[in-house]
């Protein structure tokens, strides 16, 4: 027992360090891309049997599909991404595909894309929450079309919530940004190729992303608020509230967990009869809640 | 035995997904023996170059609400937008143009113009109306900097208008890419707002809203096969044209508004792949200053002019991940981050009242420095499950608040199967734990705050979580997701202030092809926030508890039919209810009555194509809402039912039914 122990440990670590067994058509495809052996009219003789597709043929309608180029088109073609044609032509040997029947790895998919698409906005791509995830650049991607969905404005939220959809559900609560119809889209806060910033933000941290269209409360203010100043999700869901103003919890009880002083803010939640709560609540005398500049301006009442 | 078993399994497993990353990418191609410069490609054309549609519709809103038209788009009346969506491929440039209801309250529209690969113009208009309130009713009425109080109650509308331009140009040669974008935004409308006189009085107004926001990126990178670096400039310009507002002849103090300001950030970023391990990394040195005039009780500046604000930052992130053998993925990063304000701290003197008090107080800097620790390892199991496990620690100082250090620990780890036919499972669980140093309440001079106060965001907490998402796809035709979620945490040291809070529910989604002309789509969930709070006035004497319950549900369901297409029939529709409701009690009473809203939208669709060109179309939409706050006031209420020295905007809930038709008209070319 102790022997076949000690292989099955043997041979778990030499699996680790295995690089070439694997089993086809994987490993056909691998050996064809090695091998390099491209066809000797490249597009020209893909087309020759895939004309009759509709979907292989948008290719020429899309960003991709642009021969006179720095396109794929104006390479290998076809080819670029589909790996060398080999044997496939006539012995149909295996191809590169995308689909969900891949043999390939989401990270062999994506290493064709990353190829290419290596810029500033995909430089975390590999250490990002989707790239952790297997998520291949065609889960949201298309590639064989005009124009690919997820970059037109008022769909790209369609492909996100489908499986984001604690997002989704977030969309339709009494505030939230105007994502469900299309007025903004996830990517205006978010990178889905990942960032270096906290849930792939597209700024540095919360509050800058927040600052990119409410600059008004960038400041700095004479009188900072400190949980305004350090995040602006101690106050605020993003997503979507059941409250107003997209906040965690109704004014004034929100301000009540972090106000008891011996003065008014302690107080017990009155009904209409306080000025805590009727109105605008604690804002009713603090209108300046995200920072005073006014030299007077402690208390954010001015 | 199990042992035994357990390690072949996972030695099979590792062998049969040992080619973990190789890479199919173009730029690691053998083209020795590529014939391609030679390759003609005849047939890589489209039988069209310019692609898409553009059309327009027109029709008619029906509401008594404006709030409508956050959703439909259209106020009351004439409703006409335009729709395109082009793409004109010629000889290697592209040139898009994009409308989306151009017109509407919410319109957009983009053109760029490009050379594919190399470079790209892009211009872009977005225009968007927030419609907050109809009916506010104030008889303090904005000019300018000042509130004229009218001898009648004047009706306003609370609605922000955005008009924002962009423009950005991106180059890139072989290795060295390039780009520049500006954006200005301009701002107007009326918001609710409230001025006080420092003492019991207080109104709450129709704010006038005036400001530009202007915002500026450009970037130079330098890349080869497997790296990366850019050098990048990203500034901010806020101008508000209300920088100041008062009540006009009502002895109120006049009260600052937003000051102007500005950002500015330099950023390093850089990437290097090695093999299988891939670092990314950024630098980021910035400020945010304001040197606006104070504003001060009559409106004048004296003594000091401004505070001349200056906050630095400095971030710094760094990230490394590595498949570091088959199955085996490791990632580590590090976070840093130092906030440092560095305004003048000098004495102000405060209000009290319908006077300056002649108590004094000084402004203080509050700073910040946290760095963030994460590691986690991804393990393959066996094919097709998942394993991955992770522990951050977070660390954060902070200067003249009531904690000066707080460290958050957290655990996590999640299961995902994929190895089911037709099932991917995800389990997630964390746990996470925040303690720190002591509170100074007690010490700090300028706080009046109780000495058992714990505020959420410093205070200790013990979090725990758990997620279950499955997706499971019995047929060919139909997926089904379930998400069900459970989180609480459990401020643990705390008396006076949160003390616990949990949030649980779950989400539910199918997407079934009923034939092969139908698709239908429902989904659905529902929500639950409990969040309990204790405070007291002085000492724990007078201790209350209140418990705030927020719920929501939604439920949506939508088909789309194509089965009439050969007669270029298309039909499609689509329901959604949502439901939003916050109870606080305490002592059993709900103390602020009710707080609900309810949505239902309707949209109903049918196109026809009189020719392969020319579609024409019906759209209708409905849609009914209505929100409720009791917190709300009358302007003028009974003595008894109102809080003494309020004066308010009145009720602005809302209760609406809308209903928008559109004939749409639509070319595809």
């Given at each position: 027992?102790?022997?076949?122990?000690?292989m099955?440990?043997v041979l778990?670590l030499?699996?680790?360090?295995?690089?070439g067994?694997a089993a086809d058509?994987?490993?056909?495809?691998m050996?064809k891309?090695?091998?390099?052996?491209?066809?000797?009219?490249g597009a020209d003789?893909?087309?020759m049997?895939?004309?009759r597709?509709e979907?292989?043929?948008a290719?020429?309608?899309?960003?991709?599909?642009?021969?006179?180029?720095?396109?794929?088109?104006a390479g290998?073609?076809?080819?670029?991404?589909?790996g060398?044609q080999g044997?496939?032509?006539?012995?149909?040997e295996?191809?590169?595909?995308?689909?969900?029947?891949?043999p390939?790895?989401?990270?062999?998919?994506?290493?064709?894309?990353?190829?290419?698409?290596n810029?500033t906005?995909r430089?975390?791509?590999?250490?990002?929450l989707?790239?952790?995830?297997?998520v291949t650049?065609v889960?949201?991607?298309?590639?064989?079309?005009s124009k690919?969905?997820v970059?037109?404005?008022?769909r790209?939220?369609?492909v996100?919530s489908?499986?984001h959809?604690?997002?989704?559900?977030?969309?339709n609560k009494?505030s939230?940004?105007?994502?469900?119809?299309?007025?903004?889209?996830?990517?205006?806060?978010h990178n889905?190729?990942?960032?270096?910033?906290e849930s792939a933000?597209?700024?540095?941290?919360?509050?800058?992303t927040?600052?990119?269209?409410h600059?008004?409360?960038?400041g700095?203010f004479?009188?900072?608020?400190?949980p305004?100043m350090?995040n602006?999700?101690?106050?605020?869901?993003?997503?979507?509230s059941?409250?107003?103003?997209?906040?965690k919890?109704?004014?004034?009880?929100l301000?009540?967990?972090?106000h008891?002083?011996d003065?008014h803010?302690g107080?017990?939640?009155g009904d209409?009869?306080?000025?805590?709560?009727?109105?605008q609540g604690?804002?009713?005398?603090h209108?300046q809640?995200?920072?005073s500049n006014?030299?007077?301006g402690?208390?954010?009442?001015f | 035995?199990k042992?035994k078993?357990s390690?072949?399994t996972?030695?099979?497993?590792?062998?049969?997904?040992a080619a973990?990353a190789?890479d199919?990418?173009v730029?690691?191609?053998?083209t020795?023996?590529s014939?391609?410069?030679?390759?003609a490609c005849?047939?890589?054309?489209?039988?069209?170059s310019?692609i898409?549609q553009?059309?327009?519709?027109?029709?008619?809103?029906?509401?008594?609400?404006?709030?409508a038209?956050?959703?439909?788009?259209?106020?009351?009346?004439?409703?006409?937008?335009?729709?395109a969506?082009?793409?004109?491929?010629?000889?290697g440039?592209?040139?898009?143009?994009?409308a989306?209801?151009?017109?509407?309250?919410q319109?957009?529209?983009a053109?760029?113009?490009?050379r594919?690969g190399?470079?790209n113009?892009?211009?872009?208009?977005d225009?968007?109306r927030?419609y907050n309130?109809?009916?506010?009713?104030?008889?303090w009425?904005?000019?300018?900097n000042?509130?004229?109080?009218?001898?009648?109650?004047?009706?306003?509308?609370?609605?922000?208008?955005r008009?924002?331009?962009?423009?950005?140009v991106k180059l890139?040669?072989?290795?060295?890419a390039?780009?520049?974008r500006?954006?200005?935004?301009?701002?107007?409308?009326?918001?609710a707002?409230s001025?006080?006189?420092?003492g019991?009085e207080?109104?709450n107004?129709?704010?006038?809203?005036?400001?530009?926001?202007?915002?500026?990126?450009a970037?130079v990178?330098?890349?080869?096969q497997?790296?990366?670096?850019?050098?990048?400039?990203?500034?901010?310009?806020?101008?508000?044209?209300i920088d100041?507002?008062?009540?006009?002849g009502?002895g109120?103090?006049?009260?600052?508004?937003?000051?102007?300001n500005?950002?500015?950030f330099?950023?390093?970023t850089g990437?290097?792949?090695?093999?299988?391990?891939?670092?990314?990394?950024?630098?980021?040195?910035?400020s945010?200053?304001?040197?606006a005039?104070?504003v001060?009780?009559?409106?004048?500046?004296s003594?000091q002019?401004?505070?001349?604000?200056?906050?630095?930052?400095?971030?710094a992130?760094?990230?490394?991940?590595?498949?570091?053998?088959?199955?085996l993925?490791l990632?580590?990063?590090?976070?840093?981050?130092?906030?440092?304000?560095?305004t003048?701290?000098?004495?102000?003197?405060?209000?009290?009242?319908?006077?300056l008090?002649?108590?004094f107080?000084?402004n203080?800097?509050?700073?910040?420095?946290?760095?963030a620790?994460?590691v986690?390892?991804?393990?393959?199991?066996?094919?097709g499950?998942?394993i991955?496990?992770?522990f951050?620690r977070?660390e954060t100082?902070?200067s003249?608040?009531?904690?000066?250090?707080?460290?958050d620990?957290?655990?996590?780890?999640?299961?995902r199967?994929t190895?089911f036919?037709?099932?991917?499972?995800?389990l997630?669980?964390l746990y996470s734990?925040?303690?720190?140093?002591?509170?100074?309440?007690?010490?700090?001079?300028?706080s009046?705050?109780?000495?058992?106060?714990?505020?959420?965001y410093?205070?200790?907490?013990?979090s725990?979580?758990?997620?279950?998402?499955?997706?499971h796809?019995?047929?060919?035709t139909l997926?089904l997701?379930?998400?069900?979620?459970y989180?609480?945490?459990d401020?643990?040291n705390?008396?006076i202030?949160?003390?616990?809070s949990?949030?649980?529910g779950?989400?539910i989604?199918?997407?079934w092809q009923?034939?092969q002309?139908?698709?239908?789509?429902i989904?659905g969930?529902y929500?639950?926030?409990d969040?309990?709070?204790?405070s007291?006035?002085?000492?724990?004497?007078d201790?209350?508890?209140?418990d705030t319950?927020d719920?929501?549900g939604?439920?949506?369901v939508?088909?789309n039919?194509?089965?009439?297409?050969?007669?270029?029939?298309?039909?499609?529709?689509?329901?959604s209810?949502?439901v939003?409701i916050?109870?606080?009690?305490s002592?059993?009473?709900?103390?602020?009555?009710?707080?609900?809203s309810t949505?239902?939208?309707?949209?109903?669709?049918?196109?026809?194509a009189i020719?392969?060109q020319t579609?024409?179309?019906l759209?209708?939409?409905?849609?009914k809402?209505?929100?409720s706050?009791d917190?709300q006031?009358?302007?003028y209420?009974?003595?008894?039912?109102?809080?003494?020295?309020?004066?308010?905007?009145?009720v602005?809930n809302?209760?609406?039914d809308a209903?928008l038709?559109?004939?749409?008209?639509q070319?595809r070319?």
């Amino acid at each position: 027992m102790k022997i076949f122990n000690a292989m099955s440990v043997v041979l778990v670590l030499l699996s680790g360090v295995s690089t070439g067994a694997a089993a086809d058509p994987l490993d056909t495809l691998m050996k064809k891309f090695e091998g390099g052996k491209y066809s000797k009219k490249g597009a020209d003789t893909c087309i020759m049997c895939h004309k009759r597709s509709e979907k292989v043929m948008a290719i020429f309608e899309s960003v991709h599909g642009q021969a006179n180029s720095k396109s794929p088109m104006a390479g290998l073609q076809c080819e670029a991404c589909h790996g060398p044609q080999g044997k496939h032509k006539g012995k149909n040997e295996p191809m590169v595909t995308f689909g969900e029947e891949s043999p390939l790895t989401a990270e062999m998919l994506n290493s064709v894309c990353t190829a290419c698409h290596n810029d500033t906005s995909r430089v975390a791509w590999h250490t990002s929450l989707h790239a952790e995830q297997d998520v291949t650049c065609v889960s949201c991607h298309q590639l064989h079309i005009s124009k690919d969905p997820v970059l037109v404005k008022d769909r790209q939220v369609e492909v996100c919530s489908g499986c984001h959809i604690s997002a989704k559900a977030d969309m339709n609560k009494r505030s939230s940004h105007p994502l469900k119809w299309g007025d903004m889209t996830c990517s205006d806060c978010h990178n889905p190729h990942g960032s270096m910033s906290e849930s792939a933000l597209n700024e540095i941290d919360v509050n800058q992303t927040c600052y990119e269209c409410h600059a008004e409360k960038r400041g700095p203010f004479l009188w900072e608020h400190a949980p305004v100043m350090e995040n602006c999700a101690n106050c605020h869901n993003a997503h979507g509230s059941v409250n107003q103003a997209l906040l965690k919890t109704r004014v004034p009880m929100l301000c009540k967990q972090c106000h008891a002083n011996d003065g008014h803010a302690g107080t017990a939640p009155g009904d209409n009869s306080s000025i805590q709560t009727g109105g605008q609540g604690c804002l009713n005398c603090h209108g300046q809640i995200h920072g005073s500049n006014h030299p007077s301006g402690k208390a954010f009442q001015f | 035995m199990k042992f035994k078993l357990s390690l072949i399994t996972l030695a099979l497993a590792t062998c049969s997904s040992a080619a973990f990353a190789f890479d199919f990418g173009v730029t690691s191609a053998n083209t020795q023996t590529s014939t391609n410069a030679k390759w003609a490609c005849k047939k890589c054309t489209s039988k069209n170059s310019l692609i898409g549609q553009a059309g327009i519709e027109l029709g008619s809103m029906n509401s008594d609400d404006d709030h409508a038209a956050n959703n439909l788009k259209y106020t009351d009346g004439f409703a006409a937008g335009v729709n395109a969506d082009l793409v004109y491929n010629n000889k290697g440039y592209r040139t898009e143009v994009v409308a989306d209801e151009l017109g509407s309250e919410q319109g957009y529209g983009a053109i760029k113009i490009g050379r594919i690969g190399v470079w790209n113009v892009e211009a872009s208009f977005d225009e968007k109306r927030r419609y907050n309130a109809n009916n506010a009713e104030s008889v303090w009425l904005a000019d300018g900097n000042s509130l004229i109080e009218q001898d009648e109650m004047q009706t306003q509308q609370l609605v922000l208008e955005r008009k924002k331009s962009a423009i950005e140009v991106k180059l890139k040669l072989d290795n060295v890419a390039s780009y520049i974008r500006f954006s200005n935004e301009d701002k107007t409308g009326k918001r609710a707002s409230s001025m006080t006189n420092g003492g019991i009085e207080t109104v709450n107004i129709a704010a006038p809203v005036e400001s530009q926001t202007q915002n500026m990126a450009a970037g130079v990178s330098l890349s080869g096969q497997n790296w990366l670096t850019e050098l990048s400039y990203k500034g901010s310009w806020f101008d508000n044209d209300i920088d100041s507002l008062d009540l006009n002849g009502s002895g109120y103090p006049v009260s600052s508004q937003a000051p102007d300001n500005q950002s500015q950030f330099i950023t390093l970023t850089g990437r290097y792949s090695l093999s299988k391990t891939h670092f990314s990394g950024r630098v980021t040195q910035g400020s945010m200053t304001q040197d606006a005039d104070f504003v001060t009780f009559n409106g004048v500046t004296s003594g000091q002019n401004s505070a001349d604000t200056r906050v630095d930052t400095l971030d710094a992130n760094f990230k490394v991940t590595s498949s570091v053998m088959s199955g085996l993925r490791l990632k580590a990063s590090v976070d840093y981050s130092d906030r440092d304000n560095k305004t003048d701290i000098n004495e102000y003197e405060q209000y009290s009242y319908d006077v300056l008090s002649g108590n004094f107080e000084t402004n203080t800097r509050l700073d910040t420095t946290r760095t963030a620790y994460k590691v986690s390892a991804s393990y393959s199991l066996v094919k097709g499950q998942r394993i991955e496990v992770g522990f951050d620690r977070i660390e954060t100082e902070r200067s003249n608040q009531e904690r000066e250090e707080t460290d958050d620990n957290i655990f996590w780890a999640q299961w995902r199967v994929t190895g089911f036919d037709k099932w991917d499972i995800r389990l997630k669980g964390l746990y996470s734990d925040r303690g720190g140093s002591e509170f100074l309440y007690d010490t700090m001079s300028a706080s009046d705050e109780n000495t058992l106060m714990r505020k959420y965001y410093l205070a200790d907490k013990k979090s725990s979580k758990a997620e279950l998402f499955v997706t499971h796809a019995p047929l060919d035709t139909l997926s089904l997701s379930f998400r069900g979620y459970y989180g609480l945490d459990d401020y643990t040291n705390t008396q006076i202030g949160l003390v616990e809070s949990k949030d649980y529910g779950y989400d539910i989604g199918l997407s079934w092809q009923a034939l092969q002309d139908l698709s239908v789509n429902i989904d659905g969930g529902y929500q639950w926030i409990d969040s309990d709070q204790a405070s007291a006035q002085t000492t724990n004497l007078d201790m209350w508890q209140a418990d705030t319950e927020d719920q929501f549900g939604f439920a949506g369901v939508g088909f789309n039919y194509t089965g009439l297409s050969q007669k270029g029939i298309n039909i499609s529709a689509d329901y959604s209810y949502a439901v939003s409701i916050s109870d606080s009690y305490s002592n059993g009473f709900n103390v602020l009555g009710d707080y609900e809203s309810t949505s239902h939208n309707v949209t109903v669709q049918a196109n026809y194509a009189i020719t392969e060109q020319t579609i024409v179309g019906l759209k209708y939409q409905y849609a009914k809402y209505q929100d409720s706050d009791d917190t709300q006031l009358p302007t003028y209420y009974y003595p008894g039912t109102g809080p003494t020295g309020l004066t308010t905007l009145g009720v602005l809930n809302h209760d609406y039914d809308a209903h928008l038709i559109l004939a749409t008209l639509q070319y595809r070319f």
